[in-house]
Each structure stands twice: as structure tokens, then as C-alpha cells.
DNA sequence: TTCTCTTGACTAACGGTACTAGTTTGAAGA
DNA sequence: TCTTCAAACTAGTACCGTTAGTCAAGAGAA
């Protein structure tokens, strides 16, 4: 019965591994327990459920995405704003998918920290459009085109779902082009 | 013993019936089983297994999905055919979100006989683009956009990621508006 | 009508999941 | 050195999907 000194940090920070590596969907207080040197019961003086684990994964990651964002950000304006935010949750998704696949379980299940912190992301959309010079509520419905369109496209990059040899990054790269064209135009009008 | 008379066709409708109310997740052998008035062993006299299950539940609903939006696009052209399509996902998403979930999870689960269903959507899809006169290379660019926009938007929606109370609708006319010009200027160049 | 054979139900069980209760022990502070 | 608290443990609950083995319903043949 040797300690293993462990606490809630790194439980997480084990759930994170396995998330990036497994996949979210394979992390259990089994494989946590097993990585860990410990029997799975143990688990729970450090943590409240594999769900509150998988919160607090999910809430690291949205800050984890949110300083990458905001430093890919930083000194830019409009298009390039947007390529920076684009490239950066690309990026971010393709090396954290366990992070990712997290931040994009359904809202209903996060904790009010967990939003809160989605909430600040927003933000970071909202001030690319401020570059565009949109406000107001047509920045809430740009800032959600812009989400919606790169969720999508990083989702099904992720679960194998562009089946065509067609290179990936140019294909990005035409999202980023047809969401830029759209927001000059809605500017202009 | 009293036998039920069923057979797959009887438990992959009743699975669509579970899934589209109560969310494909909560989706089980146990609960196909009671809602059939038998016991959960006795499925697998018509079943290979649930993921099987929900393979048919997700390829039907696929077959569903493609019917509706042919029909949707019969007889337009470019923007309205975009209008389209856009608008009979959406609404199929709406009116089945387990068939809806079902048709998003990663392909590489999904049998050869489901991604041929599969690829006959993006068959749809290029003929919009067409509509907008972009062919070849430059047509799997855009209609990878366009899958990842509508099902960005999809997911986030039904999965409540849209907090602000902004009306959606008029967030998706603006995706629609976005991806018609970004295509026009497309056609241009 | 009776017999046979197939089919579709059943019960019991296995290994997996998350989690709880109760017990023991390591290790830090008095 | 003693006390006390925290962190490990074992044992068990209640689910999950799935398999093996059993038995009877019901259809077709004699």
C-alpha cells in the first residue's frame, strides 16, 4: 500500500494524455487508474466522478485554446485576425484531439466554470469581427458562421470524413477565403 | 414464451424511434429490448450487435436524409439550390437528431455499405456547384466547405451552443448568404 | 392429426463499466 | 512517541453488451 501521491492535478493531467493519445471516448477510471499505479476505487479521494474529470479536461483546454488563440492573435486585424483564429483551432485540434473532442461535448453538460470559460472564446470571435467592422447583433450571427464553419471543418478533418485526395489545407484555405469575401461584403452593406 | 415477431427491420425502426426522442447516447440493448416487450439476450436472435444497429439506423437515416434533399433541390439552381440543401438538413437534423447524430460519427466506424450512402451526399452537394459553374478540384474545396459549415452549424445548435438569444434562423440565413457569395466570387476568378 | 425441425424466446453467466461502503495503513504533526 | 487524517485497499452494487445453453412455439411433412 505504498502512496502514490496523487491529487487532482494530475489525475487530470493523466485523463488529458489519455484523452490525446486514446481518444476522449476511451478515457475510464480504469486505464486512469491502471496509468496511474493505482486500483480504480482510489481514484475517488482525489476526484468526484469520471464526468467532473472530464469537465475540468474540458475547461483546461478551453484555456489551453484560448491563450494559443490569443497569441496567434495578437497585432493582427481582420483577415489576418481570422487566419490567425483559424490556423491556431486547427492546429490546437490536431495536436490536443482528446482537448478538443471535449470542447465540443454538448453545453448542457459543463459546469458553470466550464461555460464560463467558453463564454471568453466568444470574445476572441467577436473581436476578429471588430477588425471587420461588424457589431452589434450582426456580430453575434457572423461570430456564429464563424464558429459553426470551423467546428465543422476541423470535426470532420478529425473523424476521417473527407474522403478525397484533395489536399486538406487548401481546402481550409478556401474556408478562410469564403468566410473572409463574406464578411467584407457584410461590412460594405 | 409468447413470441414478439420481430425481426431486424422491427428493431432498427424501433432504435430510429429511441434515438430521434431521447438522443442516440441513451440508445441500449436494454431499452431496444423493453420497448419491444422482450428480453435483451433474445435480441441477438435478429442482431449482431448494437453497434450494427447503429450502423442501419445511421445508413437509413442517411438514405432518409438524401431523399428529402432531393426533393428539397429539384427543379433550382445555384443560391436556391444551396438554399436547399442547407435548409433540409437542418430540418432533418431537427426532426430526427438521432438519425442526425447517428450520420456525424467518424467514418471509420461506419460499414462499407454506410460510406457508399455516404458518398452518394457529396454527389449532391456538387451539384449545387455546379449550378455555380465551379467543377473538378475546385468543387471538392467548396463542397468540403459547405458540408463543414451546415454541420458546424447543425451540431452546435442542437448540441446548445448558441447561448445568446439572437435569433438562429437568421444565423443561418447569414451562413447561407456567406457561402453564396464566397462561391460567386469563386466563379469569377 | 401427429411428428420433426427450425426459430425465437428464455435463464444464467462473463467481463466490462462507474461508483460506494467500510477497512486498514502510511505518514505528518503534536 | 502518539494521535489523527488522508489515501490506499477489498468487497460489493448496479448497470452495460454479449454468449452459451435450454426449451417451447409453430410451421411443414408424413
Redesign the pocket.
Known amino acids: 500500500?505504498?502512496?502514490?501521491?496523487?491529487?487532482k492535478e494530475i489525475v487530470v493531467r493523466a485523463a488529458i494524455s489519455i484523452a490525446d493519445s486514446e481518444g476522449l471516448a476511451s478515457?475510464?477510471?480504469?486505464?486512469?487508474?491502471a496509468v496511474?499505479?493505482?486500483?480504480?476505487?482510489?481514484?475517488?479521494?482525489?476526484?468526484?466522478?469520471?464526468?467532473?474529470?472530464k469537465d475540468d479536461l474540458t475547461r483546461q483546454g478551453m484555456l489551453l485554446l484560448l491563450d494559443i488563440t490569443r497569441d496567434a492573435m495578437a497585432g493582427v486585424e481582420a483577415r489576418k485576425a481570422l487566419e490567425a483564429l483559424g490556423h491556431a483551432q486547427r492546429n490546437f485540434a490536431r495536436d490536443h484531439p482528446g482537448l478538443w473532442a471535449g470542447a465540443q461535448m454538448p453545453v448542457a453538460g459543463w459546469s458553470k466554470a466550464t461555460q464560463k470559460v467558453a463564454n471568453v472564446y466568444i470574445g476572441l470571435v467577436l473581436a476578429v469581427l471588430r477588425g471587420y467592422g461588424i457589431t452589434d447583433d450582426a456580430a453575434i450571427h457572423s461570430a456564429r458562421v464563424i464558429r459553426a464553419s470551423l467546428k465543422g471543418f476541423i470535426d470532420l478533418e478529425l473523424g476521417g470524413g473527407f474522403g478525397y485526395p484533395e489536399d486538406v489545407d487548401v481546402s481550409f484555405d478556401t474556408l478562410l477565403k469564403n468566410l473572409d469575401s463574406g464578411l467584407r461584403m457584410r461590412k460594405k452593406i
Open positions: 500500500m505504498v502512496r502514490a501521491g496523487l491529487d478515457l475510464s477510471i480504469a486505464k486512469l487508474a496511474l499505479g493505482v486500483k480504480a476505487p482510489s481514484l475517488y479521494n482525489h476526484i468526484l466522478s469520471l464526468d467532473m474529470v
